[in-house]
């Protein structure tokens, strides 16, 4: 038989990624004549670069059998899941802020962010570029501090579709 034990299917320590990684969720999706699909679901960030990694499953029984299954050993093409990460800001001018993140694919998405100066929300409209969000302002900042958010609307993605987490306040000196 094709099918499988759906207990031994689901069980994340029948799969190994590289030489540690096990999924965080395995699900049996599919199971008929033709043979069994399982979905793994690794935790964001444990897949670092696009590569093809090797992939060890044990453990798994046959459906209503006790016998496991023979150790398989593949190797799979997986794409990166880390998500982009906010990595420093700066004034590229006056009144143009550059954010930079450290990600290998390119970004996308809505940049949206309010930069305080003077108690005052000066930001004029943000867009990517590249690795980058490019803030421009309402004002020119010749000295000073600035504080820059994230707003609700914000999100910023790789091409991937990892999602950035900006939930800081930034402050950007002029």
Not at 111 to 140: C, H, M, Q
Not at 156 to 174: H, K
Request: net charge negative.
């Amino acid at each position: 038989s094709s099918r499988v034990d759906e207990a031994s299917a689901v069980s994340v320590s029948n799969y190994v990624l590289g030489n540690y990684v096990n999924p965080v969720r395995a699900e049996l999706t599919e199971q008929g004549a033709s043979g069994a699909t399982v979905k793994l679901t690794f935790s964001e960030g444990s897949i670092p670069y696009d590569a093809e990694y090797p992939l060890k499953i044990s453990g798994v029984r046959g459906y209503g059998d006790a016998v496991a299954m023979d150790v398989y050993e593949t190797e799979i093409a997986l794409i990166e899941n880390i998500a982009p990460v906010y990595a420093s800001s700066y004034f590229d001018s006056d009144s143009e802020i550059v954010l930079t993140f450290f990600e290998s694919s390119s970004l996308s998405g809505v940049p949206d962010f309010t930069v305080y100066y003077n108690g005052k929300n000066i930001a004029w409209f943000s867009y990517i570029s590249n690795n980058t969000v490019r803030i421009y302002l309402s004002e020119s900042v010749l000295r000073g501090k600035v504080t820059v958010t994230a707003t609700s609307a914000c999100q910023i993605t790789d091409s991937y579709g990892n999602v950035a987490t900006l939930n800081g306040t930034y402050t950007v000196t002029r």
